[in-house]
């Protein structure tokens, strides 16, 4: 049966916990950043409860299924996906630049998280179904071939952030399903070849000015390295306690951009401190833990690469954000996991995380 309900003792509740009290995190700092408004509009902080809402229950639809039968149908995900990033491109909506959205009656949907999903299933699909061929050259060039579909029709948006997560979880799944570690070398140059491409053909010119910002940001501080420049001042004001929620000038004075996005790192370090980032930083650190220990329970390759392409993305957009708040990385607009404002990203996290935990129930239990 699809459908089969676990029992308890099998269900890794700590899962769940630690997800919850990150989505608590970020409602607190998206209504200490509504406070800054003279006139304080909710609107955004009640569409995050409820997607909040709907992921829980997603995640409950997920972790009942049985994850087999959707690795069995990774291929029609996998090419809707494809469907829906080329579809983004004509009739998608843009903000920032970046035409990556789709917008229906006031919510937006942002196709790029789904095919995040798409790519990681299909990946584990596709991989561990060549164990036994111990991944051959025409099997590592097959697969490169599959992921740069999407990546190039997600560098088209353009959207780098998403790009460099999707190149990292195929790099990243490669490697454990089975890669002649003599042809690791080979599989370095293809992305050096791919970066120089990109770079000379497929980057604008403002994700250019990222990267180079990243490594000087003294060099434009009142354009695009106005951003990281204010949200290393509001990280480095936030002390050991922080100035408190509602308190913290750098975001309630909108000095800092994006607050509740790209940069609520960065206002989180400003009004809970280093207590408030530990405590964050500690609940990831719990959570990737539990992946880990799926990786190990998990009986069979497909349930194994599809772990670990999910605790690779969401290691990646971890540090990648965090990195991006303190000055130490390019900012990419990648949002951090279940704390960020958006709704596509929070629901499609909650998604993994039930299908996670469907392979735990599946596989006899919590480890």
């Known amino acids: 049966m699809a459908f089969n309900l676990p029992q308890i003792k099998n269900f890794d509740w700590s899962l769940l916990i630690v997800a919850t009290l990150l989505v608590l995190v970020g409602l607190s700092v998206i209504y200490s950043v509504t406070l800054s408004q003279a006139q304080p509009d909710y609107t955004l902080l009640n569409k995050q409860v409820v997607f909040s809402l709907i992921g829980l229950f997603l995640f409950f639809i997920f972790a009942f299924f049985d994850y087999r039968i959707i690795g069995s149908i990774a ?11 080329l579809l983004v491109l004509f ?3 843009a903000f920032h630049g970046t035409k990556g959205w789709f917008e229906f009656f006031g919510f937006t949907f942002q196709p790029v998280e789904f095919a995040k999903l798409a790519v990681v299933i299909f990946l584990a699909k596709f991989l561990s179904s060549r164990v036994a061929d111990k991944i051959h050259t025409k099997n590592i060039v097959s697969s490169l071939i599959l992921i740069l579909i999407p990546v190039t029709l997600v560098l088209l948006q353009p959207d780098l952030g998403s ?3 999707l190149l990292v979880c195929w790099f990243v799944m490669l490697w454990f399903s089975g890669l002649d570690k003599k042809k690791v070398v ?3 140059f293809i992305f050096l070849l791919i970066f120089i491409a990109s770079w000379f053909v497929v980057l604008e010119d403002y994700q250019k000015e990222r990267v180079l910002n990243f490594i000087d ?3 434009d501080p009142l354009g695009q390295g106005y951003n990281v420049r204010q949200s290393i001042i509001a990280v480095g004001s936030g002390g050991l306690a922080g100035r408190g929620l509602g308190l913290g000038p750098q975001s309630q004075l909108r000095f800092l951009p994006e607050t509740e996005a790209d940069f609520i790192f960065a206002s989180l370090a400003e009004e809970l401190g280093l ?7 500690v ?3 719990l959570f990737f833990f539990r992946f880990y220990r799926a990786v190990k329970i998990a009986r069979d390759n497909f349930s194994q690469l599809l772990v670990l392409g999910v605790l690779t993305l969401f290691c990646v957009q971890v540090f990648i954000n965090i990195g991006m708040s303190i000055g130490l990385l390019p900012v990419t607009g990648l949002p951090l996991p279940f704390i960020s404002s958006g709704g596509s990203f929070l629901i499609i996290s909650f998604i993994f995380l039930g299908i996670i935990e469907s392979i735990i129930i599946k596989n006899k239990g919590v480890a």
């Open 75 to 85: 291929g029609i995900i996998y090419t809707l996906s494809l469907l829906i990033l």
């Open 91 to 93: 009739f998608g909506t």
């Open 163 to 165: 790009s460099i997560v």
């Open 186 to 188: 080979m599989t370095f």
């Open 217 to 219: 940001p003294a060099r």
């Open 275 to 281: 207590v408030g980032c530990l405590f964050v930083l």
């Open 283 to 285: 609940l990831y650190c």
